[in-house]
């Protein structure tokens, strides 16, 4: 099969599969889930953003087992390194948290953050204006940075964004 028939094969099942995602009998099919899983691994694996984004969400929430877990983590860092504002911000909320193999780090939740408000996401900047203001783990309080993520979180707020 050539590949941009493969493409396209791969682009229509994530189509499909993307628009059973919201029919909740669907989800409750073990084979249909499967195969709509097995459309976003596909098209995630092919470098699609956002598929690499909504399917490592999934993975994360939802998969099961570590192993799961860190494939969700990898396709978040993939897509958010490829401009994905939603998973960086994740990505940003997973490094503050921590988990049992690694201690939480702000700093990473800082970079992960900084490439969300690039992206135009949301909540970034307040998150950020939270972060400095109270201080975390491996990053001092810093009144003056929490001002100006502060200030930019009211103008997008504004602004609509």
Known sequence: ?????????????????????????????????????????????????????FYGHILLFRGQGLGA?????????LAANGGDGKAAYQLGVQSLQGDTRQAPDAMQAVRWWEM????????????LSQLYREGA?????????????????QHGARSGH
Request: glycine share 8%; aromatic share 10%; with cysteine.
């Open 1 to 53: 099969m050539s590949r941009w028939l493969w493409q396209l094969r791969a682009q229509l099942g994530y189509w499909l599969a993307r628009r059973l995602f919201h029919w909740p009998a669907a989800l409750r099919q073990p084979r249909l889930w499967q195969w709509m899983q097995g459309q976003y691994g596909r098209m995630a694996n092919l470098g699609d953003t956002r598929a690499q984004s």
């Open 137 to 153: 783990c491996g990053l001092e309080p810093d009144a003056q940075t929490a001002e100006r993520y502060a200030a930019m979180a």
């Open 116 to 127: 969300a408000l690039a992206a135009g996401h949301p909540l970034a900047a307040s998150r």
């Open 69 to 77: 877990r860190e494939e969700g983590l990898r396709l978040l860092r």
